[in-house]
């Protein structure tokens, strides 16, 4: 696999990602069991971690698999985690794994996306969602977030649309700060630059609130209230897999149950 050179040495970034998680260098130091006169060396490039070093540093400060392999190749040394395509044979028992999850979803929505947020793969459902949407929105890869907030995507239909809109930038600032990805750095502007529908300012008050947001999507049968989850890969090995969360949405009365039940009948 390629991985693009960084900008900074090693202890540069060594040191971004240590202030990305608020930690002191004493903090850090304990953590991964290294004297704090070497890991200030590290940082201010007067001595070269071990490869050992820059796996142990970057497990303690939770870095990414992608971006542990830009360590890595900064400190001059070989990338360790492979990125594969769902579709590669070693990754077969995974890609099983992801189409059982969102077949078994149905009749309910349920998606899976990589880390740009991109559509990898969706059960029958989730395109009866997406009739109406901008042609340009649903040319692949199409990207979900664009597809949801955009005016001419499904935004006009999300009743809540103004609260799911301040859920989906919090959660994406979250991303930003957890990944260091520039790229949803951008999109998170983008994001925010995209007017607001008419109609979309309804709120939902009460307990359900207080526990998770709510998505009211409005279609020709009526409003389906759903609650959504995420689902990630536990310890994986590789950046294809890290990156993947899979997105399943459920109903929150038993009206919207009752809708896509009688709406995956009929598909």
Do not use: C
Request: proline share 7%.
């Amino acid at each position: 696999m390629s991985v693009a050179l960084p900008m900074h040495g090693v202890g540069g970034l060594l040191r971004d990602w240590r202030q990305r998680r608020r930690l002191s260098q004493l903090e850090l130091s304990v953590e991964a069991e290294v004297s704090t006169r070497h890991l200030s060396f590290v940082e201010t490039g007067r001595s070269v971690p071990s490869r050992e070093m820059v796996l142990r540093l970057a497990e303690r400060l939770d870095v990414p698999l992608r971006e542990r392999n830009a360590l890595l190749v900064a400190a001059g040394y070989a990338p360790m985690y492979r990125e594969r395509a769902l579709d590669d044979p070693a990754l077969a028992p995974a890609r099983r794994a992801v189409e059982t999850i969102l077949r078994s979803h149905e009749p309910y929505p349920a998606l899976a996306v990589d880390r740009q947020w991109n559509l990898v793969a969706a059960n029958r459902m989730v395109p009866h969602l997406m009739q109406g949407a901008d042609p340009s929105l649903l040319q692949a890869p199409v990207n979900v977030l664009r597809l949801s907030l955009h005016p001419r995507g499904l935004a006009p239909k999300i009743a809540n649309l103004v609260q799911w809109r301040a859920h989906i930038f919090e959660r994406l600032r979250h991303q930003v700060q957890a990944t260091g990805d520039g790229a949803l750095a951008a999109m998170l502007q983008e994001l925010q630059a995209y007017p607001v529908p008419a109609g979309g300012d309804e709120r939902v008050e009460g307990e359900l609130l207080g526990v998770l947001m709510p998505f009211r999507f409005r279609t020709p049968g009526g409003t389906l209230n759903f609650i959504s989850t995420t689902t990630i890969f536990g310890t994986p090995a590789d950046v294809t897999l890290q990156e993947l969360a899979l997105e399943t949405f459920f109903p929150a009365d038993e009206a919207t149950a009752q809708a896509l039940r009688q709406l995956a009948s009929t598909s």
